[in-house]
């Protein structure tokens, strides 16, 4: 029964108090507008600060595993097929080296928490099976390669339990983003038969929810109506309204690029950012460079409207659909969480408190046997079931009318 005031007191509160702070942050296509003559740093928009402290509050939740509890949140959702080219985007946003090899490298979600930070020196941990480990930008892909053993094993198998990689940086837009296993159809070596069906059930369980944004990569090489990542979307956001597609590998194939992504033959509702993939050992800065002078100077590519290309744009998009997403669900978390709290508590209270004596445990013991003799008077005596709403067994009409039927068939099975 002690519980009951701390949980009250660390989780509704410091929702609502986030939540309120929503008509202070004023988060609105006009206000982005307003803001964009302000200094920027690459890739990171002025108003990360704003958005920062939602971020920080659908992270805690996210952390406390509200979502165990059958309450969603606002999420976006990185999906493609393999070799897609979806690590390199996800690398390019977070300026580190994600594992990369044959086969399926991401074999458990990835919850991706980009923060920008102000100090020179970056903070990068993992967050796995309840413990933090702290590692550094040389040798990340490692740590994570050694964390998803210790979560799927050490074979080619994939695993529905997530691992957190947050990474503190200068000039990274302030994001969280769930990166899942590519879409595969043939098993290789050591990989389970059903290898697609698992990741496929992994991503519809991720893409399902309407809190939660699909981001769609695609190769630009590839016939965008044949990719499974397309046809899952579509199954769960027909309409494409909460699906915002990246198209990588743009330098590699040009040719029909404005076309594919002008026509939009398969309903991307957020629209298209395409981007060049980082080359060899290019730093993430000249990498960029080397995208803005891609889509200036060719010939095709030049033609693309400059609000659909480039990581800085993605970015920026992200940011600015990730605010949206999380101002529109918040208060519908808030009332359901508050819903579930007061639940919580009712049913504690319904708990026999701690007796200290005989005589209180007569008492208590007298107390629940007048109860039971009160609901089966109601039940039996006076037809009333209202404290059973839900179960039709316990309603005297429903099991009157059973028994009635069951003698009716007895009866009728009588040979005289």
Not at 48 to 59: A, E, F, G, M, S
Not at 94 to 107: K, V, Y
Not at 141 to 157: C, R, S, Y
Not at 191 to 196: A, K, L, T
């Amino acid at each position: 029964m002690g519980s009951q005031t701390p949980v009250k007191q660390e989780t509704s509160p410091t929702v609502v108090h986030s939540v309120q702070k929503m008509s202070l942050l004023n988060i609105s296509g006009e206000h982005y507008e307003e803001e964009e003559e302000r200094p920027q740093a690459p890739i990171v928009a002025s108003y990360n600060d704003r958005i920062r402290p939602l971020l920080d509050t659908v992270d805690s939740l996210r952390h406390l595993k509200i979502m165990q509890e059958g309450i969603q949140l606002p999420t976006i959702v990185v999906v493609g097929d393999q070799s897609s080219g979806k690590s390199s985007v996800l690398e390019s946003l977070a300026g580190i080296s994600l594992p990369r090899g044959q086969g399926i490298c991401t074999r458990v979600p990835l919850i991706m928490r980009l923060q920008n930070h102000s100090n020179p020196v970056p903070e990068l941990f993992l967050e796995f099976n309840g413990k933090v480990v702290p590692t550094d930008e040389e040798h990340i892909a490692d740590a994570i390669n050694l964390a998803t053993e210790e979560i799927a094993g050490k074979g080619k198998g994939i695993s529905n339990s997530p691992l957190t990689l947050v990474v503190k940086k200068m000039a990274v837009p302030d994001l969280t983003m769930v990166d899942l296993p590519g879409i595969t159809r043939v098993p290789v070596h050591g990989q389970p038969e059903d290898i697609y069906e698992q990741i496929s059930n992994i991503i519809m369980e991720f893409i399902t929810p309407e809190e939660s944004i699909i981001l769609n990569v695609l190769s630009a090489s590839v016939d965008f109506s044949t990719c499974e990542s397309i046809r899952m979307s579509q199954r769960v956001d027909k309409t494409g309204q909460r699906t915002l597609a990246v198209v990588t590998k743009a330098d590699r194939s040009p040719e029909g690029l404005l076309e594919k992504v002008t026509a939009d033959d398969v309903n991307i509702g957020l629209g298209y950012v395409c981007v060049r993939n980082r080359i060899g050992d290019e730093t993430y800065e000249e990498a960029r460079e080397e995208e803005a002078k891609l889509f200036e100077t060719n010939p095709q590519l030049s033609k693309i409207n400059k609000s659909m290309v480039g990581i800085p744009v993605l970015a920026e998009k992200l940011v600015k659909i990730q605010a949206t997403i999380i101002v529109k669900c918040l208060p519908e978390i808030v009332r359901k969480i508050n819903d579930k709290l007061s639940a919580n508590i009712e049913d504690l209270n319904k708990l026999p408190k701690h007796l200290n004596s005989v005589a209180e445990a007569m008492t208590s013991f007298m107390h629940i046997l007048g109860s039971a003799k009160e609901s089966l008077r109601k039940i039996i005596l006076q037809g009333e079931f209202d404290e059973y709403p839900d179960s039709a067994e316990m309603h005297c009409t429903a099991r009157l009318a059973e028994m009635l039927n069951q003698y009716s068939t007895d009866l009728q099975s009588k040979k005289y």
